[in-house]
């Protein structure tokens, strides 16, 4: 409440100053001197049927009079000085007030027009022997004036528009009377303005008293310009540095507005410069000025309150000013000056709007609210006194800069106060955010590459192991890959951030100070430049050494079980190659040996002797994928009833003959989006528990897969939801599990089995596999009645497009120029017969440098080359055979092409890769293929 009570303190003391030291000893001020009867006891004389005596007035004292009142008037005349030496009262129209103007002079009914010309004429008494002054301001719109024959001209008076030239300025004539009586002759004309005459108080005083007088009038306009001209480039430069604040950028222009009001309405600034400057330019920009400053001031103040404000009015207040601006912009002053009327009231209906936002604001006790409305009524009162006073209705000065100067005194208080307030919060907001930088548990950095800094919180250089940020010299921009262990890793870093402006869970491989090492996890954010130059990186950095050191140790441990399951596998595998070779050497020994005969008897060994190899084919690309180690499979649609009949068969061969297999699998089950190598793991970690359960007493294992649908249910390892699964179950009838068993049997490491006998990790894989494919486990178990374990699949309805092996599929007649290059002589000359045989042109070569030799630019259509070969392997191959020949098609046969990387097939243009053992009808194809395509 005090603060309130100083401002209203301040409030009442500008307006005291304000009048007190006016431009004009009149209104307020003059009242104050007739009511002081201790002081002053007199009244200001006034001027009657043309003459006032000043005789017994003490200008010393009492300061100057305004020389209001009835003067002698001449209508559509020119008198001189003199012609009044004769009598003129017969020409005499008649007394007219002034400061008037003659429109509102009548002769009869009929009133004078605007435009015309005509003599004033004033007689005063005065002391003699004194130096006097004559103040004249504005006349409308050209005069020219005597006082004691001393002459003077503003602009130029004439009878007509082309014998006159217009201007507004304050001119003082300084006499000595050497009579008791001084004459005023003013003549006046207009043909620019609606309105003739003399608009404003003609002023006399001693002439130390008027030109003390002008020059405080001069500086305080001066002051006034300075100080709201300041005021606008301090706003308008805040809203270049900070854009969001657009109400900054309306009062700024507010502030300029009102600078060129009143450097064009002022008495004496603007004339004092531009002493010659043209009247009708000058008179347009005193209503331009006028008709921008209300919608300025309404935008300004819905900006500032926008919860209060009412919307449209922007849009119509700007819309009004605009059309007001450009009709003085295109009329004649006769013609835009009637619009002054209509804008004045449309003006104090957006002044009480302005007025009733504010109170508005107030009551709904917005920051600073109270300082602008106490600002506001002030500026509001004085644009009041300004249309009353141009009006003619009151005669004071115009106070609107004063109530507008004011106004921006307070708004900077208000807007202090804001700064204050906004810095106060920023130190809070600081101190928090330097709390949560300090004491965050990871690693916070920004790293500027423009200045070549970093920041980085205790947290980080722990991590690292450096004592302070200056450390961290590594981080600058020249020694950024300094940091990575890996520079590729670095380079895919900045390149997504360069792209995408961010990082998310980026891992990468840090070195410490010491030059050990550690991995992070970075989340990152980066500004950059038009030319997307990285400028700045904030960076959150998590340790995640440990949780990358158990991932590496529990793929160790998977890769430990994975080979416990293929030791397991190798008995079956072993069991499977023995038949397939028995198979392959039967038929090959009954062909040698057999009867002569036509050939067509002996396709059935031929037909035996493929299937075989197909089988040997297939049972590898098993064997391959589940031993892979880095390319796992992909997931895709597949059917599981064709997988699990392989396993238990593989299984039947390595298992005790006291343990009886049986299976209940429904080859029209549904497809499951996983990958082979997933669910053999699945079944044999089952399979092998099974066997390991019934091994001592024998028993019965059961394997089963049908499509089941459930409404919801929940399982050993968590909620199954409605929908249709594929169950897969696996039971024995072994020596069974105890709950405290069932509980912990799927924690990693968690084993029953002798030290030797299990890693512990085959159910907690099995548990793993089954989460990752959206399913869940029910498990059953009895000491000494057995287990059954239920895995549930969510079915996909995705189809699946496979390739039946060993079905022979319709030949191709081929074409072209091929070079075909294997180490296997055996495999080099079948495949030189086969080729020729479906149309090629086949060059063979054993050696792949004398293939080198005997190669041409252009000579061949297609290249198909083994890739692992001695002397010279695959890649030196055909990293040679590019520099040959750019456009060659290049096919790789290879019994392993998991060795071939993604980088190499790239580089190389690679067309195909084709696993042995080579199917000539897909082989066919695919040459065929790449022929077509040069």
Known sequence: MRWKIVIFIFLCLTILCTLVHSPTQSGFCSQIIQKDQKNQKKVKPEVFNGAINLTDWDFQRNGSVKLNGEWEFYWNQFLFPKDFKTDRSSN??????????????QIGEESFAGHGYATYRLKIKLNKDRAYAVKFLIMSTAYRVWVNGELLSVGKVGKSRQEMTPQFAVKTIRFVPEKFETEIVLQISNFFHRSGGPWRSVEIGLFEQVSEQRIRSFSFDIFLIGAILMMGIYYLGLFVLRRKDITTLYFGLLCFVVVVRIFVTSEHVFYFLFPNFNWLIAYKFEYLSFYLTIPLVVLFVNNLYPDEALEKTSIISSIIALVFSLFVLITPPQIFSHTVTTYQVIAMAFLLYIVAVIFRAVLNKQPGAFLVAVGSIIAVATMINDILFAKEIIFSFYMAPLGLLVFIIFHSLNLSMKFSNAFTNIDIIEEKYRSVFENSLDGISQISFSEKTVIANPALLQMLGYSSSEELSVFKKEAWRKVFVDTLVCDQYLNEIKVNNR????????????????????????????????????????????????????????????????GHLAGGIAHDFNNIISAISGNVHLLIMGKEGPLIKKEKQFRNIIDACDRATSLINQILTFSRKNKQESFKAIKLDAIIKEVTRFIRSTIPASIEIEQKINSQSSLVFSNSTQIYQIIMNLCYNAKDAMEKEGGILKVSLQPVELEGMKTTTGFLSKGHYLELIVSDTGEGMSPEVVKNMFDPYYTTKEQGKGTGLGLATVHGIVKSHGGEIEVKSKLGKGTTFRIYFPVTDKEEQTVEYG????????????????????????????????????????????????????????VLTDFQMPRMDGIEFIRKIRKKDKNVKIIICSGNPSLITNKEYKDFDLYAIIQKPLDYNELTQIIQQAVDSK
């Open 503 to 566: 990082v998310a869970e980026f891992e990468a491989e840090f070195y410490r100070k010491d030059g050990s090492t550690t991995w992070v996890s970075i989340d990152s954010k980066a500004e950059t430049d038009k030319k997307n130059n990285i400028l700045i990186i904030d960076s959150i950095i998590h340790d995640v050494s440990h949780k990358k050191e158990k991932e590496i140790l529990e793929a160790k441990m998977l890769e430990v079980q994975k080979m416990e399951a293929m």
């Open 92 to 105: 005499r129209t008649g007394f007219v007030n002034v400061p008037g103007s003659w429109n509102y002079y």
């Open 807 to 862: 079905k022979e599929q319709n030949a191709i007649t081929g074409q072209g120029k091929l070079l075909f290059v294997d180490d296997e002589a055996m495999i080099a000359e079948a495949f030189d017969e086969l080729l020729e045989a479906f149309g090629f042109d086949v060059d063979t070569y054993i050696l792949p440098g004398q293939a080198l030799k005997e190669f041409k630019e252009n000579l061949y259509d297609v």
